[in-house]
């Protein structure tokens, strides 16, 4: 007789064992791993109304700790100028000129000169608008033209050797342009008048403005023949520039003030038209 045995509590199953997969082999070109992604850029903040203009206050900040100074030169180094009714016959035959054309004359016609006719019609507008019993007004015109020549080769010369440079070159030309006989230097004629435009042109030139330096050279030969010899450095520095098609640029902004003052002043124009 068989013994009766109860059952046997379920027993755990027994793991089964399930081959491993091998690992995949190293391959001999390993991909390159992907590079690393910046985190995205947050924008900057919106500019501040005032922080915009910042570099620019920084560039005029030597202009107007300079200007002043330059202001102050001028007028004492000019101020000996409203002494005297005239300093020499150059002032004295523009008046003249002035006077005739504040009259209704016209210029080559009724009144001659060997000289072009830019300061004439300076002095005409001045006693247009001044009167004509004194010549303060254009002396005035004398002192600001001055000061630009020192601002202009002040601006020059910082451009090319610094900041000290450009101070040293507006100061000394205030100082020297003085320095010769009075009835020249302070005299409101045409020397005073002929470097601003000289000086500008030379200006323009070195920054590449070839239509703007023309019509500088236009302007001091407008005011006396010789400011055309400013033409020379002008083309200098067109040449080291590299040359090319701006030489156009620079002929058609030297002629074409030229020859509209040649067809206003036609004498003949003027003489058929009355």
Known sequence: MRDQ???????????????????????????????????????????????????????????????????????ATRLPSFRLPLWNPDEGFLATQARLLADGGTLYLDVVDRKPPLLPWLYEGAFTLWGDTSLTPVRV?????????????????RRRWGSAAGRTAGLLHLLLCVGLNPEDTQAAAFAVFLLPATVAALWCADRRHWGAAGAAVATAFLVKQTGAVVLLPVLLLWWRAGGGRELGRLALGAALPVLAAALVTDPAASSSGR
């Not at 004398?142 to 601002?151: K, P, S």
Request: aromatic share 2%; charged share 10%.
């Open 141 to 157: 015109f004398a002192v600001l033209a001055q000061l630009a020549t020192a601002v202009l080769v002040a601006s020059l010369a």
């Open 5 to 75: 045995h109860p059952p046997a509590a379920d027993a755990p199953a027994a793991p089964t064992l399930t081959p491993e997969r091998p690992a995949p082999a190293a391959s001999p070109h390993p991909r390159p791993s992907c590079p690393h992604r910046a985190p995205p850029r947050t924008p900057p903040p919106p500019a501040r109304p005032g922080q915009a203009a910042a570099p620019r206050t920084r560039g005029l900040a030597p202009w107007l700790r300079l200007l002043p100074g330059l202001a102050l030169v001028a007028c």
